[in-house]
């Protein structure tokens, strides 16, 4: 494991913000109540899937195949099973993957989703009513996650059929959209928020920036918080698929492309303007940070 100072899970908490003429009548503002409607009376992904033992839970394009990878070799490595051999395309869920795919024989089952949690998730009832699995949820900083997405989904497509990348950081705040947008994220960070902020020691905040420095304190902490107490052995396979030099190497020539050209992605950078339209919209509809600076 790295050395240096062990690094504290984070504690989220709703931050003050100037919403500047915010008066819940606006297009903007009527849509985001409508799609908080739809999750809270529709999404409760986590109480049907209840019998797995923990949910990986990631906000989009947040690094979830790359942690899942290395948390798949540290718990393959701990149980004495097979790894994954491949980082992309169906055999890296062979450990990790959804809910309903059948658990290796005496391995934990962690159930990967992007699931935006119903309200009631933050509600202390729900949670004595049901026993809700522990959840590690993983997040990014909202700009990066939409460049990635951006270049993964939108950079490539045929003339006519892309849009600039102002106005994919606009978004839709209807989301009708086919891939998410800065109105999806802003919906998954509110509401693991107040999940987040009601049952701390139930669900632990997990942010990319964080585990990439050091990859294998941050698997061993997910396992933790899972009841698992990873042995040096397990963390050090983890570490050995940690760089992004070993995921692409594992890549699934048969799968679709996972992982973004480095030139590509480094091409593709909000503009002072894109950054604008990002806090303006973030500070008038986000209820927490999460220690990034959006406001």
Request: proline letters at 6%; aromatic letters at 12%; a neutral charge.
């Amino acid at each position: 494991m790295p050395g240096g100072k062990t690094r504290e899970v984070r504690i989220v908490r709703p931050v003050s913000r100037k919403r500047d003429g915010y008066n819940g009548f606006a297009r903007a503002d009527r849509a985001a109540a409508w799609t908080n409607f739809k999750a809270d009376t529709g999404n409760f992904h986590m109480l049907h899937y209840r019998h797995v033992d923990g949910f990986f839970i990631s906000a989009k394009n947040s690094g979830t195949q790359w942690f899942t990878f290395m948390l798949s070799h540290a718990l393959a490595e701990q149980y004495g099973v097979e790894a994954p051999q491949f980082s992309s395309g169906p055999g890296r869920d062979a450990i990790i993957g959804p809910a309903k795919q059948k658990p290796v024989p005496g391995v934990p089952k962690i159930a990967v989703s992007h699931t935006i949690p119903s309200v009631m998730f933050s509600w202390r009832l729900m949670h004595a009513l049901f026993e809700i699995p522990r959840c590690v949820v993983l997040v990014r900083d909202i700009r990066h996650a939409l460049e990635s997405i951006y270049v993964k989904w939108m950079n490539d497509l045929p003339a006519g059929e892309g849009m600039s990348l102002t106005d994919y950081v606009e978004g839709d705040p209807w989301q009708n959209r086919e891939h998410a947008d800065i109105w999806w994220s802003i919906q998954f960070f509110n509401h693991w928020g107040d999940v987040l902020t009601a049952c701390p020691e139930r669900n632990m905040l997990l942010r990319y920036e964080d585990a990439i420095e050091a990859p294998g304190e941050w698997v061993a902490k997910a396992a933790r918080h899972y009841g698992i107490e990873l042995t040096p052995a397990a963390i050090a396979a983890a570490e050995a698929v940690s760089s992004r030099e070993a995921v692409r190497a594992r890549l699934d020539p048969d799968a679709p492309k996972a992982v973004s050209d480095e030139d590509e992605r480094a091409s593709v950078h909000l503009s002072e303007k894109d950054e604008k339209i990002m806090r303006r919209i973030l500070s008038r509809h986000m209820r927490y940070d999460f220690g990034y600076d959006w406001f």
